[in-house]
């Protein structure tokens, strides 16, 4: 069973850093793309950047690009999303996310697994 984790949620002011951790656990993630959504208060939840296990390949959303760069550990199963010159309007949950393909998509519907996602808290 495919369990995602997440951690490094928190506060921080305007221009600061976070980097989130999702930790994927259940079986082996070769052939996987695995994602970052958000969801911020009132409003959908959104793709944010994706990147494929085998390969690395990357993918952003326009309004992160420069700021926010996904990555993955394959020996720790982990995927790292680390978030600079961050700005109030990136204030959300952000959720983990995978699916069992290696062709990379920012429709979160196509994603099969989710974990429960971080508080982001990003203040002026």
């Known amino acids: 069973q495919v369990q995602l984790a997440e951690s490094g949620g928190g506060l921080v002011q305007a221009g600061g850093s976070l980097r989130l951790s999702c930790l994927a656990s259940?079986?082996?993630?070769?052939?996987?793309?695995m994602g970052w959504f958000r969801q911020a208060p009132g409003k959908e939840r959104e793709f944010v950047a994706a990147?494929?296990?085998?390969?690395?390949?990357?993918y952003y959303t326009d309004s992160v690009k420069g700021r926010f760069t996904i990555s993955r550990d394959n020996a720790k199963n982990t995927v790292y999303l680390q978030m600079n010159s961050l700005k109030p309007e990136d204030t959300a949950v952000f959720y983990c996310a995978a699916k069992s393909s290696d062709i990379m998509n920012d429709v979160r519907e196509v994603y099969e697994y989710w974990g429960q996602g971080t508080q982001i808290i990003v203040s002026s």
């Open positions: 259940g079986r082996t993630f070769s052939g996987f793309t």
């Open positions: 990147i494929r296990w085998r390969g690395g390949r990357t």
